[in-house]
């Protein structure tokens, strides 16, 4: 899907009036300065053998922390509405630590950036768990803490990033901390991560906030074939990845037979999850293809699915893939908006895209300007068949530390040096500003 060097793409269509434009990170993919916080699940987790691939941590990542005013410059020169980042909470445990989100935010105002803090972004306090209730009230006092310091300069909140994943990677297969390898005993985990959000509405309501989402994972399901068994298989696969995690948000329930698996009074958790919304954030990549089971076990996309599931990942073929190895479907951000207002429909408040974006090397990244192009096409063909979506942001400002895949994927309009942490705009970046100036 690359450009042609130098041939710009046709200029973006006209996007409403309002909508926000920014940018992504997550605190320990950038933050460093591991010896100022507590530690988290992913230091734990990164310390064992053969788990990330280049064998690195996140111990300095970008640096962040320390070099937060050259980060926030760089916002200001891309020219976008709002910056969203997230607060780690081991960070805030430690003493002084929220010192830095208060430098953080007072700098994003006065560069005329909008702060949007996610307040869960994976890196668990070491010494919390998921599978454990208490997790969720924690959760909710942390985010008191957090509101009641920053909420006079910080209007719009999320409250988790991607439940799903950290559901799936980090408790059911065990790719991501904690590495728990639990299958379907993780299901727990997503619902005192759910208990936990809808704490963290109330909590941030009771401080005066007005603006709240989250951020969800979710893309099309495609079943490998018209075979009732793919369909079948296909189907399981939407439920646990989409519904599971969309359904109690915004229907006040869970999907058939699943309610019944979760722990303790779930009628009365799904009063406080469903906690009504002020717009519903989607993290969008790529579709999933899903086939019956198999016998073995299979790999898609790096991670390492076993055998003994209802459904088996297929590769995706027809499409160019990012460095990563994700397929390159635009046409999927269409059809998933398309599809949650149809399933949804006055339940779904105003959607914000949270996360969107792809790995790929080099400084003149004609290949993520394409992707970059594409993907804001096909978001505005749903603008354009009626969903109301009210803001883009990209993943992500910096090349980081990518999870278990350490520093071998380069996500970021902006290209870092991790020997140096020399920070060199890339040609996206400089496409990204351009097309953010003609909307104005």
């Known amino acids: 899907m690359a450009t042609d060097a130098g041939v710009p793409p046709s200029p973006l269509p006209r996007f409403p009036d309002g909508f926000l434009w920014g940018v992504s990170t997550s605190a320990h993919q950038i933050e460093g300065a591991a010896d100022e916080r507590e530690p988290s699940v992913w230091d734990a987790f990164a310390a064992g053998p053969g788990r990330i691939r280049d064998g690195s941590t996140a111990a300095v990542a970008c640096d962040h922390v320390h070099r937060h005013r050259e980060d926030v410059a760089l916002l200001a020169g891309l020219g976008v509405d709002a910056y969203r980042f997230s607060v780690s909470w081991p960070r805030v445990l430690a003493p002084g630590g929220l010192d830095f989100y208060d430098r953080l935010v007072d700098d994003l105002c006065a560069a005329g950036v909008r702060p949007v803090p996610t307040l869960f972004h994976w890196d668990l306090p070491a010494r919390l768990d998921w599978r454990e209730r208490d997790t969720a009230a924690r959760f909710a006092a942390y985010v008191t803490t957090v509101a009641e310091r920053l909420g006079d300069r910080v209007h719009k909140w999320i409250t988790l990033n991607e439940p799903a994943e950290h559901t799936l990677l980090g408790h059911a297969l065990g790719v991501h901390a904690p590495g728990e390898r639990l299958l379907f005993d ?34 099309p399901t495609w079943a490998a074939s018209r075979a009732e068994t793919d369909m079948a298989a296909a189907d399981s696969y939407d439920i646990l990845l989409n519904r599971l995690f969309a359904d109690p948000l915004l229907l ?189």
């Not at 993780?186 to 005192?192: E, G, I, K, N, W």
Request: charge should be negative; glycine fraction near 10%.
């Open 186 to 219: 993780a299901l727990p985990v997503a619902h005192h991560q759910l208990l936990a959000h809808g704490l963290a509405v109330r909590a941030l309501r009771a401080a005066g906030a007005r603006d709240i989402g989250i951020a969800n994972s979710h893309g």
């Open 252 to 440: 006040r329930r869970y999907p058939s037979g699943l309610g019944e698996l979760m722990p303790g009074d779930v009628a009365a958790d799904l009063e406080i999850i469903a906690e009504p919304l002020d717009w519903y954030g989607i993290n969008y990549y790529a579709p999933a293809r899903v086939g019956a089971p198999q016998d073995a076990e299979t790999e898609i996309g790096g991670v390492r699915v076993p055998a003994g599931l209802p459904f088996t990942l297929r590769e995706i073929e027809g499409y160019p893939v990012t460095d990563f190895g994700w397929p390159v479907v635009p046409e999927g951000l269409t059809e998933l908006l398309t599809g949650f207002r149809d399933r949804y429909g006055d339940r779904l408040p105003p959607v914000v895209v949270t996360e969107n974006g792809c790995a790929y090397e080099g400084l003149d990244d004609q290949d993520r300007i394409a992707y970059l192009d594409g993907h804001l096409r096909a978001l505005h063909r749903a603008l354009t068949a009626g969903v109301d979506v009210r803001g883009y942001f990209v993943w992500s400002l910096l090349d980081n530390w990518e999870w278990a895949e350490g520093y071998t994927r380069r996500f970021g309009l902006v290209h870092v040096d991790y020997a140096t942490q020399r920070r060199t705009p890339k040609a996206s970046y400089e496409w990204f500003k351009e097309a953010l100036r003609a909307q104005r």
